[in-house]
C-alpha cells in the first residue's frame, strides 16, 4: 500500500520558520516529480511548490518564492519543504503529492498519490 505521510507541522509565530517532511512508503518515487500543496479554510487546495526527479528542478508559487524551499533525498523516499519567513498567511493543511512525470505541474490532476495533510498555523 502506497502512502505518504507528512510531518513537521505546528504553530509558529509570523517570521519564524518550519520544516516539513514527506516520507513515502509502498514504493519509491526516485523517477517522480514530488510536489506541496496547501489548503486554507473556505478556499481551495493551491500549489506551493515542485521538484523533479532528480532534484535539478524546482517551481515555486509566486507567494512563497524566496521563502520556502523544497528538496528530495531518493535514497530516504523523503521530500522536504523548508518554510522560512512565515507569515499568517501561510496557515494552512500542508499536503505532499507525488506526481506521475518525472517534472512536476501546479495542477492538482498530475498527482497521483496525497498524504493526509499537516497543519501549519502561523501567528501574527
Known amino acids: 500500500q502506497v502512502q505518504l505521510v507528512e510531518s513537521g507541522g505546528g504553530l509558529v509565530q509570523a517570521g519564524g520558520s518550519l520544516r516539513l517532511s514527506c516520507a513515502a512508503s509502498?514504493?519509491?518515487?526516485?523517477?517522480?516529480?514530488m510536489g506541496w500543496f496547501r489548503q486554507a479554510p473556505g478556499k481551495e487546495r493551491e500549489f506551493v511548490a515542485t521538484i523533479s526527479w532528480s532534484g535539478s528542478l524546482t517551481y515555486y508559487a509566486d507567494s512563497v518564492k524566496g521563502r520556502f524551499t523544497i528538496s528530495r533525498d531518493n535514497a530516504k523516499n523523503t521530500v522536504h519543504l523548508q518554510m522560512n519567513s512565515l507569515k499568517p498567511e501561510d496557515t494552512a493543511v500542508y499536503y505532499c503529492?507525488?506526481?506521475?512525470?518525472?517534472?512536476?505541474?501546479?495542477?492538482?490532476?498530475?498527482?497521483?498519490?496525497w498524504g493526509q495533510g499537516t497543519q501549519v498555523t502561523v501567528s501574527s
Open positions: 509502498g514504493r519509491t518515487f526516485s523517477s517522480n516529480a
Open positions: 503529492a507525488a506526481a506521475r512525470t518525472a517534472v512536476g505541474s501546479a495542477g492538482t490532476s498530475g498527482y497521483d498519490y
